[in-house]
């Protein structure tokens, strides 16, 4: 079984024969749609069938959707077992964001994170192969930016471990970083920032690297679909966009200079507060960009 991975639209198409999927080969980067984790009980006949054991959780939600952002990571360490288990059971092509550690983010000096970083990745991520994505370093509210120390901190980033390209996605919530100093210091490590859709934190769609993250968080639970019809339209042809190489032209931006054109994978999770119709929004979203 294999992920049905969406492509932004384009005319340059042809077989890649390295993919196990049969994805296509185009001048677009890939969309991978998802919510955050596959364990809430409200899912529970909503998501998930009534019947369906909670071991069989992680490959239903896999099969209906093309990425999964992992949280657990966030709060404590996971077991190499863990990361091979996961990737066992899910479909060629599905891809895992998961959370850096609170340990690196959450510290006064980010330049002395170091050993938190290494822990995390000592502790099996890599166990998850080529199921493995972005690895999302995320700040609390009340980080402000400095840029000596925050690019210390990108610097602790590994880019390649055991021969494998890393990426990395750093979630700033302050309104300090709406600066062109912090985006410049992004684009340099090539490590791009979360556009939030969010009420109180701050949206920056300042492309930074070869792919772009985006985090959903106004979600209506009272809504079937998670975002009325012309919501999700608007945000399926911005992650289209976005894949193609160029940019939304309705979300805010630092700095007015335009990156160059290229295409980017797209990582787009549907996470808000009350999250019971997350996966609803997401899969609307993947039908929308196939």
Same mark, same amino acid.
């Given at each position: ?52 054991? =909670? ?11 093309? *990425? ?9 360490? =996971?077991?190499?077992?863990? /990361? ?7 479909? @060629? ?22 050993? *938190? ?5 000592? *502790? ?13 370093? =995320? ?10 120390? /925050? ?24 309104? *300090? ?53 012309? =919501? ?22 630092? @700095? ?10 797209? /990582? ?23």
């Amino acid at each position: 079984m294999s992920a049905v991975v969406a492509k932004a639209p384009t005319k340059a198409t042809k077989t890649d024969a390295k993919t196990n999927n049969k994805t296509t080969k185009t001048d677009a980067g890939n969309i991978y749609i998802g919510v955050g984790g596959w364990t809430f009980e409200p899912w529970r006949g909503v998501f998930y069938p009534d019947k369906l054991t =909670q071991a069989k959780e992680l490959s239903y939600a896999a099969s209906k959707l093309t *990425s999964i952002e992992i949280n657990g990571t966030y709060y404590g360490s =996971q077991k190499p077992e863990s /990361f091979r288990k996961w990737a066992g059971e899910v479909p @060629d092509g599905f891809i895992f964001s998961l959370k850096g550690p609170r340990f690196a983010t959450n510290r006064r000096v980010l330049a002395e994170a170091g050993d *938190s970083v290494k822990r995390f990745y000592d *502790s099996g991520v890599l166990e998850l192969k080529d199921r493995l994505g972005p690895v999302l370093w =995320q700040f609390a509210p009340t980080k402000k930016f400095d840029g000596a120390d /925050f690019g210390k901190f990108l610097e602790l980033l590994p880019r390649k471990l055991d021969g494998r390209a890393l990426r990395h996605v750093v979630e700033v919530r302050h309104d *300090s970083f709406c600066v062109p100093e912090f985006v410049a210091l992004i684009r340099e490590h090539e490590v791009p920032v979360v556009f939030a859709e969010h009420g109180k934190y701050p949206a920056i769609a300042d492309v930074a690297s070869d792919f772009v993250y985006a985090r959903l968080q106004k979600g209506n639970d009272e809504l079937k679909t998670c975002y009325p019809p012309k =919501q999700l339209d608007a945000w399926a042809k911005r992650f289209q966009d976005w894949a193609g190489g160029g940019e939304p032209d309705d979300l805010p931006k630092v @700095d007015k200079t335009a990156p160059k054109k290229a295409p980017r994978d797209v /990582f787009a999770y549907v996470i808000h507060e009350g999250k019971v119709r997350a996966p609803a929004g997401a899969m609307e979203l993947i039908e929308r960009v196939k």
